[in-house]
């Protein structure tokens, strides 16, 4: 199958009118620790939306081809888009694709670009994650379940409540404080500090 454009959302009610890219969830996700897989939100959200599902596996097509999927996202991404949300489903699934990113986000340096990730605590990927994280106008999250070890120092990190070292900024948009992420931006903020989540 040839995909010559990715698919991108155009937010949702947590992040707003934030445009969106995903991938299909656990197929994508070499990171997933048990408790993640169990808890899935995404997982359950394909399966009442089949359309989206679709919609996340020809973007994963195409993502398996970086220099297309760099061209193609290129195309998608105004130069004056202030944010793009990576992976409201789906992570980076190999270096090869988090090194995609890095040459997207290099060519977009007027976007900000945020996304929470379980794939650090892939030997073969983690590289390539801090190379992405490095860069200016990246935000990235270690996402860390009770099934997880401890990320590799420097990281922000977005916990889950119940894990007893859970410490960090509760997310404002579950605790009913602003509309979305659009309104509240803490985390694309660079250096703002951890983030705290319920589970869904
Ligand atoms: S803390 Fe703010 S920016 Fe981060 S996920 Fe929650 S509402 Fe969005």
């Not at 988090?98 to 977009?108: H, L, N």
């Not at 994280?133 to 590799?152: I, Q, Y």
Request: aromatic residues 12%; hydrophobic residues 40%; glycine residues 6%.
């Amino acid at each position: 199958m040839i995909v010559a454009e990715p698919t991108i959302g155009r937010g949702n009610v947590k992040v707003g009118p934030i445009p969106t890219f995903s991938l299909p969830s656990r197929f994508s996700c070499p990171g997933a620790s048990p408790w993640c897989i169990k808890h899935c939100y995404a997982a359950r959200f394909e399966r009442v939306w089949p359309n989206c599902r679709v919609a996340y596996s020809r973007n994963l097509v195409l993502s398996w081809n970086a220099p297309r999927f760099v061209r193609a996202m290129l195309r998608c991404i105004p130069r004056d888009l202030p944010y793009l949300r990576i992976h409201v489903s789906g992570d980076f699934h190999s270096a090869q694709y988090a090194d995609a990113w890095t040459a997207i986000a290099r060519k977009r340096p007027n976007t900000q670009f945020f996304a929470y990730t379980r794939s650090w605590n892939v030997a073969s990927i983690l590289p390539a994650l801090e190379q992405l994280r490095a860069l200016g106008n990246v935000h990235l999250f270690a996402s860390l379940d009770p099934d997880m070890p401890d990320p590799t120092p420097g990281w922000r990190v977005a916990f889950i409540g119940i894990d007893p070292r859970a410490a960090g900024m509760r997310c404002r948009h579950q605790q009913e404080e602003v509309e979305s992420c659009l309104e509240c931006g803490y985390c694309f903020r660079k250096g703002a500090g951890n983030v705290v989540f319920t589970v869904h």
